[in-house]
């Protein structure tokens, strides 16, 4: 198994939605573009991950929309280097279709209130429903690995929270835990390495808003 020695995740730049919740309105979630600001959070970025692979060859896994596409493309990888496979089960979490603002915030609220892992939107999806397509994601991405020629990165080029509860169904993480965490900021990376051990490790964690709050032995594995 020819498993990659980095698993890159980032968020895409700052988007339309990012600056102007209103905008929900008017456009659907998955076309929104980024802002001039978002342009320049991915082209940054994409400095550093040129600097990080080098000549080496990528995997690139992108989410179907609009920002996530942008982002990419703001990176300016070497195409004869990189494989870009648009992955659905890499969305943003479904929130219902034409949204109106006052409701959404007060699902919001619910969500806060209910935990984020668990509260589902009206005619969208809980957490819980993206940890279980994230989940089927790594299954399809660990056989991919059985290629020996396989790249040795691997990048995913996605949303905040697919990023959280990709790491949390990676190693194992609790719903406590999970609940603990805030996203990244937009364009932010997170990497997995993969050390002498044959173990993956994550480069730098996610930044907490609270303690972790378990309710039995499982306590906290992160």
């Known amino acids: 198994m020819a498993r990659p020695r980095r698993i890159v995740l980032v968020r895409h730049g700052e988007s339309a939605g990012n600056v102007d919740d209103t905008v929900y ?27 990080l692979f080098g000549r080496e060859r990528v995997s690139v896994y992108v989410s179907p929309y609009r920002r996530t596409h942008e ?21 943003e979490q479904d929130w219902g279709n034409w949204q109106d603002r006052d409701d959404v915030r ?19 999806e809980s957490g819980a429903d993206v940890y279980d397509r994230v989940g089927g994601f790594l299954e399809s991405l ?4 059985e290629d020996p020629d396989h790249p040795p990165n691997v990048l995913l080029v996605t949303h ?24 990244p900021g937009n364009g932010e990376m997170r990497m997995l390495l993969l050390g002498d051990d044959g173990k993956y490790t994550l ?16 306590g906290e594995s992160g």
């Not at 082209?43 to 991950?49: A, I, P, R, S, Y």
């Not at 699902?107 to 969208?124: C, I, L, M, N, T």
């Open 25 to 51: 309105e008017r456009e659907p979630d998955h076309a929104l573009a980024l802002t001039e600001r978002g342009w320049q959070q991915a082209e940054e970025t994409g400095k550093k991950l040129r600097e």
């Open 71 to 91: 982002t990419l493309r703001a990176f300016h990888l070497d195409p004869d280097r990189v494989r870009v496979r648009e992955e659905p089960r890499l969305r």
């Open 106 to 124: 007060l699902q919001k609220a619910y969500r806060d209130a209910y935990g984020h892992f668990f509260y589902r939107f009206a005619q969208g």
């Open 142 to 145: 660990f056989r991919s690995f």
């Open 160 to 183: 905040g929270l697919a990023m959280r509860l990709f790491c949390m169904r990676w190693f194992h993480w609790t719903v406590a835990e999970f609940e603990s965490l805030s996203n």
């Open 203 to 218: 480069d730098r964690p996610f930044e907490r808003w609270r303690d972790p709050e378990p309710y039995g032995i499982t």
